[in-house]
């Protein structure tokens, strides 16, 4: 008998030994619990969380350990004989009371938590967020900046045929670059359907709604880069639209403000230039597997019939006007978007020319830049 | 409570209800494919046609059921229950789309022509209602035939055919009481009557209806497309319309078992019922007038 | 009129097939229903299996993305109509008027179209596998504009709530009807067993809302196919407006799935505690305050959408006051066990498993309430947790306890403790294997409805996936206890529960009788 507990007890404290150890590990990792905050307000989450969790657990403890405490004693088993009570007003309004009580007690720091997460009032700086089927776009108006956040993970890791990296799913090619210490604030909209922009460490999320602009605000503590994705679904690849932010010193971040207006600059002389058609091809094919191919497959033949295959396709090989309409304006009520909007000149040209001579489509048109632009009112 | 003993008219099986499934699987999947312009629309109307059989079916067996005396007090209690709570889903269904009007007007509209969002998305549109929204009915895409461009339309008044309308349901509602009272003094001539004109009056309402959306689509620009107003305008009263005619098909029905010489002074549930619904059909167009027209 | 009676009874009733598809009886109809939900229960969780087989590990395996969202989407709506509310509607047709002393419900030719509606439901639902374009993948809300993309499967999908709304106020008609109209003298309104109570008030919850659904899904299909924009702001229109809606109805009916589960507890727990139960009139009312509470918390799955402050805050502070009442359900069945003699019966162990396990799901879902911290776990894994806490352990653990407490007054005989035993246990403990996980998942960042993740997620989407096709498994076990109880077995008595005490345990013999109470019964 004795050494029978003496057993139990031993298993039980090796027991909750590894699984404190585990544990650790794994907060450290935050594999269990939020993420480290890197904000004020993520903080205050954090914190409420923690709070919260730990009153539940206490109700908890108490309930279930009368609950428990009964089934044990309270058995038939061992000749317990029923009471026949089956009210007691006054403990009823006691346990009522109490629990509202302890819920007003939580509902104090959750209000002033809310009212400083929403007051996004005289921000240092303000990004332009849009979301798109499935990518973001940053703006920044002040600066002038513009471009598209898309991920970067290689296809042959997502189908297993590579190493998945540490990053796998987190990376896009195109960073948000925010300066450290400062309340970004950000205008957030949609261009097809309700994305959500989310980043757990700066303890932000806030749907972007097509039509709509909504804001939010983060303010950094740390240098570094942070990790998010889109929360909320938006079709086919919802779960392969990620978010980084990398946060510089004020120093780093106007160097790389600068390095953006003058590759700008650069861009807006391509766009007076004329290409060549195997210029146009090789461009386009970057823009296709970027923005297209996600749909379109990097064959060109689509997933039918959601997505048309592109190869041989009427419009793709037909009426080169029908063709630039349907990728500058995209189609109404389908998931085939405007990329007028998205894409420079450059790109769109490159990326008509390419589709009109790739994937056995051999039209031998060439669409320059300077066609769309003329399109553009 | 006497008559409760083992006296609950309790119907054999019957076939009709899984006809009613048929129906609906029908018309559901012709419904499917005829608004994704596959063939196969025809479906719709079969599917109609098996309802309407199962409805006579089924309601001529309860009919029949009533006629001979098989309802005992408390089954007609129940008929009484059943209708009231189906009339309140009624309501509920009304009162989503009335949602729809309330936010999309006094919430979402002037957001979109304030702050951040008129200025960032939609520069140089001023919220106001009536509205078909920034881009207007030209934007109606693919599936309406509202010529492209066409930003322009009217609102429709409230005090030319609404307000005729209005005072037609309202008659109604009255000629509907009187026919009641006819049939609870059994005087069948009034009832007869005065149901009569309760029809008539309903007819005429869905003609003045029908006149009314043809003259918008034609005349005035007011079309489904026409955004916000056009979508709450043509949802609201085309369900009400909707629920009109239903509600002068049942009127119908019961002249004719009225003539036949169905109902009795005491008993006559299969009347209350219709005069409810109508009234609620009336109370719903008062909401209508008040804040789709007037306001 | 005994005479009329007697001569319906005369008539051949049609057998096989015929038999189930006229029906009018409601034991007959309750088993169609019972079954129908165990076959969409399977339905629905082969979904979850294939969910959880893609996620077993990071990188794509087993489905293409679009179909892993298609399987999301129909797994919830298949799960939610089909399984979990089809079932409490078996059990209000059997129990129902039994417990009140009915002869059957008051509207028996409805009651069959109410059922057979359902299969015509699940065609369309299920069918969209096979049409092109393939099956909604918009998820189990139906966003707009996102379900304003894609095919034919979306039209399917409106056209299937659209029905199964039609029968669900049908259903909620006849049993309001029946339970006002229909009791035995003396069965007065505050005798009813609670179970009773718990119906009539998601019947109203029923007749509320499911219009109000008809109604969004209607919107969806004229901004897809009629030219309106009542989702599109180009034309006036908000996609958030449909969020307003939906939940609108759907946190109600996240009720609709609780309340008849609280009903099904609160008369097990007397029964196998041999005492009666507590506080029955503040049950009563925190019953009814939840439901009407319900219809003023909706936003409270909307956090992110940006709306104004003052919004948040008042379904902030609306939500967190639900607590109060399903508290005071909790702690009165904890006082019900107080001082009982209890013994601990398959429909027992399950019981107790809800009321630990459905107040995890409160607890989490009173984290999800708190705004701040809804910010970061909104449309994450953690959700995932709480509902499935608060709709596995919580409804559908409740649907096991009664079927297992009224087996024996269903088929006569007792099902096979034993078995029953091992299914609650391998059930509860697969149980928190697969979802105690998706709280951690949550809370590290794993947001909902992807098809991959990155590798930090990797441990316990593995363990997850072990629980789920474990708990999967066990289900099968089940099936076995049923089928066995149905073939045969121990006879039942009247009564084989000790301390059960409503007109079906006291006033019937097991099995029950085709008309339950042909003549009222006689109440003290
Ligand atoms: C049966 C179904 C069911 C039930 C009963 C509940 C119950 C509750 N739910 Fe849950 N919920 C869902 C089903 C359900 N939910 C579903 C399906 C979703 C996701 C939908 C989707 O997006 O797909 C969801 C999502 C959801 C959200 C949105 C999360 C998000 O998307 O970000 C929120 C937020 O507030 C929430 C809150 C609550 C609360 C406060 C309760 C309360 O009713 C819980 C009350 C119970 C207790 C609190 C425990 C017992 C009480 C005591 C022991 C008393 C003492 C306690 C205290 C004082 C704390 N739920
Ligand atoms: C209403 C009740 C309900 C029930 C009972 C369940 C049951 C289960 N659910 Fe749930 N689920 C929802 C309602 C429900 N779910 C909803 C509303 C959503 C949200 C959808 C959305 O986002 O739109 C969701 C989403 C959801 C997700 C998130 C998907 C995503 O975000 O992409 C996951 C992931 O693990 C999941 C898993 C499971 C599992 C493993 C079960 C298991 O309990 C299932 C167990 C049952 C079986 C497995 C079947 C029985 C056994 C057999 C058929 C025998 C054969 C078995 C084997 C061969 C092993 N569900
Ligand atoms: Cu974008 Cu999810
Ligand atoms: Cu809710």
């Not at chain 3, 005479?3 to 109809?29: F, Q, S, V, Y």
């Not at chain 3, 007065?188 to 998601?202: C, D, G």
């Not at chain 3, 909706?298 to 009442?325: C, D, E, K, N």
């Not at chain 3, 149980?431 to 441990?459: C, E, T």
């Amino acid at each position: 008998m004795a050494s029978k507990s003496r057993g139990l007890a031993v298993g039980a404290l090796t027991a909750l030994m590894t699984w404190g150890a585990m544990a650790a590990a794994w907060a450290a990792e935050s594999k269990i619990n939020l993420p480290t905050p890197q904000s004020q307000v993520a903080r205050e989450i954090y914190d409420l969380h923690i709070l919260i969790l730990w009153v539940c657990v206490g109700i908890f403890v108490v309930v279930f350990g009368t609950m428990f405490y009964s089934i044990w004693k309270h058995r038939k088993s061992v000749g317990h004989q029923p009471a026949h009570f089956h009210e007691n007003t006054k403990l009823e309004v006691v346990w009522t009371i109490i629990p509202f009580m302890i819920l007003v007690g939580m509902a104090i720091p959750s209000t002033k938590t809310i009212l400083n997460m929403r007051d996004a009032s005289n921000p240092d700086m303000t990004v332009k967020v849009t979301g798109y089927q499935w990518k973001w776009e940053y703006e920044y108006p002040a600066e002038g900046i513009r471009f598209l956040s898309t991920l970067s993970t290689p296809r042959d890791e997502i189908e297993n045929r590579a190493q998945k990296g540490e990053h796998y799913l987190l990376e896009v090619d195109n960073p948000l670059v925010v300066p450290v210490g400062k309340k970004v604030r950000l205008l957030l909209t949609a261009n097809d359907v309700i994305h959500s922009w989310w980043v757990p460490a700066f303890g932000i999320k806030q749907d972007a709604i097509p039509g709509y602009v909504k804001d939010a605000w983060f303010k950094a503590e740390n240098p570094g880069v942070y990790r998010g994705v889109c929360a909320e679904l938006c079709g086919k690849d919802h779960g392969f639209m990620p978010i980084v932010v990398e946060v510089k010193t004020q120093e780093e971040y106007d160097k790389w403000v600068l390095a953006q207006k003058s590759a700008k600059a650069a861009a807006v002389a391509d766009a007076n230039k004329t290409y060549t058609l195997d210029e146009l091809k090789a461009k386009g094919e970057t823009v296709y597997k970027t923005h297209c191919a996600a749909c379109h497959q990097p064959d060109g033949k689509g997933l039918p019939p959601a997505f048309p295959a592109l190869a041989g396709s009427k419009i793709a090989t037909g009426d080169k006007a029908a063709h630039i309409d349907i990728v500058m304006n995209g189609k109404a009520n389908t998931a085939m978007a405007a990329f007028g909007k998205q894409l420079s000149d450059v790109e769109l040209a490159a990326v008509i020319t390419y589709e009109r001579n790739a994937f056995g489509n051999a039209t031998g048109d060439v669409i320059q830049p300077a066609d769309i632009k003329a399109l553009r009112k | 409570m006497s008559e409760h003993q083992g006296g609950y008219y309790l119907p054999q099986p019957s076939g009709w209800p899984i006809v009613g499934s048929v129906a609906l699987l029908l018309f559901a999947s012709g419904m499917v494919l005829w608004a994704n312009r596959l063939p196969g629309g025809w479906l719709v109307l079969a599917g109609l046609a098996v309802l309407f059989y199962m409805m006579f079916g089924w309601f001529g067996r309860v009919i029949e059921e009533s006629e001979s005396g098989k309802y005992n007090d408390q089954v007609d209690r129940s008929f009484r229950w059943g209708m009231t709570w189906f009339i309140f889903s009624e309501v509920m269904f009304f009162a989503a789309f009335f949602g729809a009007l309330f936010y999309l007007r006094v919430l979402a509209v002037p957001w979109l022509g304030s702050g951040e969002t008129g200025a960032m998305l939609w520069p140089g549109y001023t919220p106001s209602w009536p509205t078909a929204g920034p881009l207007g009915p030209s934007l109606a895409g693919v599936d309406t035939e509202v010529p492209p461009g066409s930003n322009q339309f009217s609102s429709m008044g409230a005090w030319g055919i609404p307000a005729l309308n209005t005072l037609i349901l309202l008659t109604s509602g009255l000629t509907v009481t009187i026919a009641h009272w006819g049939l609870k003094k059994n005087n069948r001539t009034q009832l007869v009557v005065w149901l009569f004109l309760t029809i008539c009056l309903g007819l005429l309402f869905l003609g003045l209806q029908s006149y009314e959306y043809v003259h918008a689509y034609t005349r005035m620009g007011l079309t489904l497309g026409a955004g916000a107003y056009g979508a709450t305008f043509f949802m609201l009263t085309g369900f009400h319309g909707l629920h009109v005619t239903i509600g002068t098909v049942m009127l119908i029905v019961i002249w004719l078992r009225a003539l036949k010489g169905h109902f009795t002074p005491e008993r006559h549930f299969a009347f209350e019922a219709v005069s409810w619904y109508w009234h609620f059909v009336d109370v719903v167009w008062l909401l209508l007038f008040v804040f789709v027209y007037a306001l | 009129m005994e005479a009329t009676h007697a001569h319906e009874h005369g008539h051949a009733h049609p057998t096989g097939l015929m038999r189930w598809l006229t029906t009018t009886n409601h034991k007959d109809i309750g088993t169609l229903y019972l079954w129908f939900s165990f076959i969409m229960l399977l339905t629905g969780g082969v979904m979850a299996l294939l969910i959880r087989a893609e996620l077993f590990q990071p990188g794509l395996q087993v489905v293409e993305p679009e179909v892993f969202n298609s399987l999301t989407t129909l797994h919830g709506l298949i799960m939610v109509f089909g399984a979990i509310m089809p079932a409490f509607v078996g059990f209000a047709n059997w129990q129902v008027p039994m417990m009140i002393g009915a002869p059957d419900m008051a509207f028996p030719r409805l009651n069959n179209w109410s059922f057979w509606l359902l299969p015509v439901a699940a065609v369309l639902l299920i069918g969209q596998f096979f049409v092109p374009g393939g099956a909604v993948a918009g998820g189990w809300t139906m966003y707009a504009p996102l379900f304003l993309q894609g095919g034919i499967a979306n039209d399917m999908t409106i056209f299937a709530v659209h029905i199964l709304g039609i029968s669900s106020i049908m259903g909620a008609i006849n049993i309001i009807t029946t339970i006002l109209n229909m009791r035995a003298p003396g069965m007065t309104l505050m005798k009813m067993p609670l179970f009773v109570w718990t119906w009539l008030i998601t019947a109203y919850l029923l007749i509320a809302v499911m219009p109000v659904l008809a109604g969004a899904v209607t919107m969806l299909l004229t901004d897809r196919h009629f030219g309106t924009h009542f989702f599109n702001p180009a034309g006036g229109g908000d996609p958030v407006m449909f969020q307003h809606i939906f939940w609108f109805f759907g946190h109600p009916e996240v009720y609709i799935m609780i309340l008849p589960a609280f009903g099904i507890i609160s008369q097990i727990i007397p029964a196998f505690a041999r005492k009666p139960l507590f506080g029955y009139a503040s049950m009563v009312y925190a019953t009814a305050s939840i439901a009407i509470l319900s219809f003023i918390v909706w936003a409270h799955h909307m956090f992110t959408v940006g709306m104004p402050t003052s919004a948040q805050l008042f379904f902030m502070y609306a939500t967190m006051l639900i607590a109060v009442p399903t508290g005071v359900k909790v702690f009165n069945w904890v006082a019900t066990m107080w001082r009982g003699s209890m013994t601990f019966e398959t429909p027992m162990l399950f019981a107790i498993g809800f009321v630990s396990l459905f107040t995890i799901g409160g607890f989490t879902g009173l984290v999800c309430a708190i705004t701040p911290v809804d910010i970061q776990i909104q449309d994450t894994y953690y959700v995932v947790a709480h509902f499935h806490y608060v709709l596995v352990s919580g409804a559908l653990f409740a649907i096991f306890a009664g079927v297992y407490f009224w087996l024996p007054k269903w088929t006569g005989h007792m099902y096979d403790e034993k078995l029953g035993k091992l299914h609650f246990w391998l059930s509860a403990i697969f149980f928190n294997i697969a979802f105690f996980p998706m709280h951690f998942l949550g809370l590290a960042g794993m947001q909902r409805r992807v098809p991959d993740y990155n590798l930090q997620f990797a441990d316990w989407n593995m363990v997850s996936s072990i629980g789920a096709f474990g708990f999967g498994l066990s289900q099968l076990i089940f099936l076995a206890v049923v089928l066995k109880a149905i073939k045969g077995g121990v006879k039942a008595e009247a009564k084989p529960w000790e301390g059960a005490d409503s007109l079906e345990w006291t006033h019937l013999p097991s099995p029950a009788p085709y008309h339950s109470f042909e003549t009222p019964p006689v109440l003290k």
